[in-house]
């Protein structure tokens, strides 16, 4: 059975990514995208010939949508972390559980590609965060993309000053790197 086409008209021009390849587009207003995905701080969406794009969500408005609840951009919401509660890394952890990969809706922790994230100390008396982050394949294109995100969602968790996400390939990922959370959602236990 084919897959029916519900296709979102473009309200304005936006910018979009391409997925995996990781190049920069310009959206017409007026084309038509199917939204395929809605998480975190972006919208994967695929074209009439089955491209997938991804959207920032400050570009919610060029596809008629409005934020989610929740955060959309890596900053903590009104959940377990009042901004004026003492600092913890779990705080960053849970930031970085609102970015997600464009293709598997699941988020980067999840997913296992986060291999590293400590707070170091840093020369000026500062809360300094290092992320190591992999990808799926070392010729996804998505690796900028995705240590953005989880360097602007690490920045957004109070008290934290400066942030260095590193893409690293070894060792290289492989399923057993998910949690078990994440491989029973995408049925591969």
Request: with cysteine; proline share 6%.
């Amino acid at each position: 059975m084919a897959r029916r086409w519900s296709p979102t008209v473009l309200q304005r021009d936006c910018w979009a990514t391409t997925v995996p390849a990781g190049q920069v587009v310009l959206l017409g207003e007026g084309g038509e995208v199917e939204v395929v995905q809605q998480l975190g701080g972006s919208i994967t969406v695929r074209t009439e010939l089955g491209a997938l794009l991804r959207i920032d969500a400050t570009n919610l408005d060029a596809l008629g949508l409005e934020l989610s609840e929740g955060p959309t951009d890596g900053s903590i919401g009104d959940g377990d972390h009042h901004p004026d509660a003492p600092f913890h890394l779990d705080h960053v952890i849970d930031a970085l559980k609102q970015v997600y990969d464009p293709e598997i809706p699941i988020d980067i922790v999840e997913l296992g590609l986060v291999y590293r994230c400590e707070e170091l100390p840093d020369v000026f008396d500062t809360r300094r965060i290092e992320i190591d982050l992999s990808m799926t394949a070392p010729g996804c294109g998505m690796g900028d993309v995705l240590r953005g995100d989880a360097a602007s969602a690490a920045l957004a968790v109070p008290g934290v000053d400066d942030v260095e996400v590193t893409l690293v390939w070894d060792p290289p990922w492989t399923v057993q790197r998910m949690s078990e959370a994440a491989r029973l959602q995408l049925g591969l236990l």
